[in-house]
């Protein structure tokens, strides 16, 4: 049952709270509250406990051990700020602590972001400008070397291809001598490999605004030194054939055995040579010319050793005349195509033009 004390309390309290206490101690707080009897009973237990004093009240009733009431402890729940640290356990699972720590990781990342972009794009531009000034310098130092080196060989080239109208008069006179004819051979292979070095070079020259007359012109000096290449191969091979030593036309000297190996060997020699002469244009007339020539110095040597057999030695004399006239008629045209061929060279160099 309800206390006085209780009792008391809810009738001081005003209606709404008087609502809330009547629903936590479980009453019907609607039905209690609009009942009239139940309102007018207790106004007037109220009006009479106010009339009498505190003592008569203490004499009156007993006392009474007063448990404190499950309204007050609700009260004081209620009023009580509770910590919800002690309520949830810290190991187990703790929101707010997940809260801060994503909320600190998001800080530092917004203040990261201020300054890990800047840097990021400043470490790209920094590397990208490195590369792009190695790639420059490396490429500005080999075109300086390319130009060094270019010069060097330019100037080196230019140098013997004015050696050619010298390498065209040995060629194409016969005063010159083998050994002569030899050493222009080695120089005219000199000139050949400092051409075909500054042909290389000028691959990777940006200095030569019109590179087509360029290759044009260096294309003339190669077909030139290419041609007296030839001529020299042509002097070479040309110089055993038909070469006589004396023809002797005395009984006293005339060994016959000696005298028929001596121009088998000729004709031989000469048939070889013959087959390694190089194709010219000046020189195919010759070259037809020393193949007859050969066939008939072969007829003139059966008839000059059968002159001797037979002990005619004014035809044998007759018939070494005709042999070495043969040699000349074809030393003659040899000559001539020799001449043809220095005219044209000389006129195609003075058309070159000093190499770049």
């Known amino acids: 049952m309800m206390n006085i004390r209780d009792y008391f309390l809810i009738n001081k309290t005003k209606k709404v709270n008087k609502i809330k206490i009547l629903d936590l101690l479980g009453f019907e707080s609607d039905t209690l509250i609009e009942a ?54 810290t190991d187990t699972f703790n929101p707010l602590n997940i809260t801060e720590q994503i909320q600190r990781v998001w800080s530092d990342l917004e203040s990261r972001r201020k300054w890990v972009l800047p840097a990021f794009i400043s470490i790209s531009m920094v590397f990208v400008l490195t590369i792009a000034t190695n790639t420059y310098l490396n490429y500005m130092s080999n075109q300086e070397a390319v130009v060094e080196e270019a010069a060097v060989v330019t100037n080196n080239s230019n140098e013997l291809v004015g050696l050619l109208p010298n ?3 040995v060629s194409t006179n016969t005063f010159y001598s083998k050994y002569d004819v030899s050493n222009a051979s080695a120089n005219l292979q000199q ?23 360029v290759k044009a012109n260096l294309d003339n000096i190669f077909t030139l030194v290419n ?20 023809l002797p036309t005395e009984e006293d000297s005339i060994d016959i ?29 010759h070259k037809s010319l020393v193949k007859d020539a050969v066939t008939a110095a072969e007829n003139l040597h059966g008839r000059y050793l059968g002159a ?49």
Do not use: C, H
């Open 36 to 89: 009239s009897s139940y309102s007018e009973e207790a106004t007037e237990v109220v009006e009479e406990l106010n009339q009498e004093t505190f003592e008569t009240l203490l004499n009156n009733t007993e006392e009474i051990y007063v448990q404190k009431s499950s309204i007050e402890s609700i009260i004081a729940n209620t009023t009580e700020p509770t910590n919800v640290a002690d309520l949830t356990p």
């Open 167 to 169: 390498l065209i008069e």
């Open 191 to 213: 000139i050949e490999s400092s051409l075909l070095q500054y042909q290389n070079n000028l691959q990777s020259r940006s200095d030569i605004s019109d590179i087509s007359t």
């Open 227 to 246: 041609e007296l290449d030839l001529v020299l191969s042509y002097r070479i091979s040309i110089s055993e054939v038909l070469i006589y030593g004396d």
């Open 257 to 285: 055995e000696e005298i028929t190996n001596n121009l088998s060997n000729v004709i031989a020699q000469s048939k070889v040579n013959i087959a390694s002469l190089p194709d010219i244009n000046e020189f195919e007339n």
């Open 308 to 356: 001797l057999r037979n002990n005619e030695y004014d035809v044998a004399q007759s018939i070494s005349q005709a042999i070495l006239l043969n040699k000349e008629t074809e030393t003659r045209a040899f000559k001539n195509a020799l001449l043809e061929f220095k005219e044209k060279s000389l006129s195609n160099y003075t058309n070159f033009d000093n190499l770049p």
